[in-house]
């Protein structure tokens, strides 16, 4: 069965520290990826998206960035954070290939940013 | 563009009560898929249900049922005799033909709490 693992659970970090949150998933191949975040009691927000390794596509312009480095690792980074990098981040996986799938998500990251 | 609307923000009853959690969506597709994902405390999303657009059979699973009606482009959930445990924030999300990427669009989400 495929399984996605998000770490780390929860991470305070200063203003102008860099980030960088990792996903995984495992049990099947060429997935899309996906990275969302969410603001307290707020609705989700798709930073990110990845068909391939090295394709990125963003969703809106900010501060964040995002990697792909092997089919089934994706990486959220910054290099100077913002007090409004504050949320919640959670990381998402579907299959490719017939349409209407549904996406899976990680247990999410609470970033705090001080 | 692609829309999906959940009016309520919050609801309360009282655990045993039924309660609906009222969906409704937009798009210009002929083809589309509606999901419903259950948010608990602890923070994951969770996948409940996925309906593709030519199949309006309502469906049921255990106390949890859903409503689809292509004439009022709604897609609600019903949870019959609350528990305690039903106590999450509910988001319902909208795929359309799209690209390859399967993007979901997501409504507010709906808060859930149920009292005991």
């Known amino acids: 069965s495929q399984t996605i693992h998000q770490w780390p659970a929860t991470l305070v970090q200063p203003v102008g520290s860099p980030l960088s949150l990792e996903c995984t998933v495992e049990?099947?191949?060429?997935?899309?990826l996906y990275w969302y975040r969410q603001a307290a009691g707020r609705g989700l927000q798709l930073l990110f998206y990845s068909v391939g390794i090295g394709q990125i596509s963003s969703e809106v312009p900010q501060n964040l960035s995002a990697s792909r480095p092997q089919d089934r690792q994706f990486i959220l980074s910054s290099k100077k954070l913002l007090l409004s990098d504050s949320g919640f981040y959670l990381c998402a996986w579907s299959t490719q290939g017939s349409r209407g799938q549904p996406q899976h998500f990680g247990d999410g990251t609470r970033l705090s940013i001080l | 563009a692609q829309k999906v609307t959940q009016a309520q923000t919050e609801i309360s009853v009282v655990e045993k009560e039924d309660v609906t959690l009222d969906c409704v969506y937009e798009t210009r597709d002929t083809t589309y898929y509606l999901f419903w994902y259950k948010q608990p405390p602890s923070g994951e999303l969770v996948f409940l249900i996925r309906r593709n657009s030519f199949d309006e059979q309502n469906e049921i699973s255990g106390r949890y049922s859903w409503n689809f009606q292509k004439s009022t482009s709604s897609f609600n959930f019903t949870i019959t005799a609350s528990q305690v445990v039903d106590s999450a924030v509910y988001f319902c999300a909208l795929s359309g033909r799209g690209s390859r990427a399967q993007k979901l669009v997501f409504g507010q989400g709906t808060r859930l709490t149920i009292n005991p």
């Open positions: 049990g099947t191949s060429n997935p899309n």
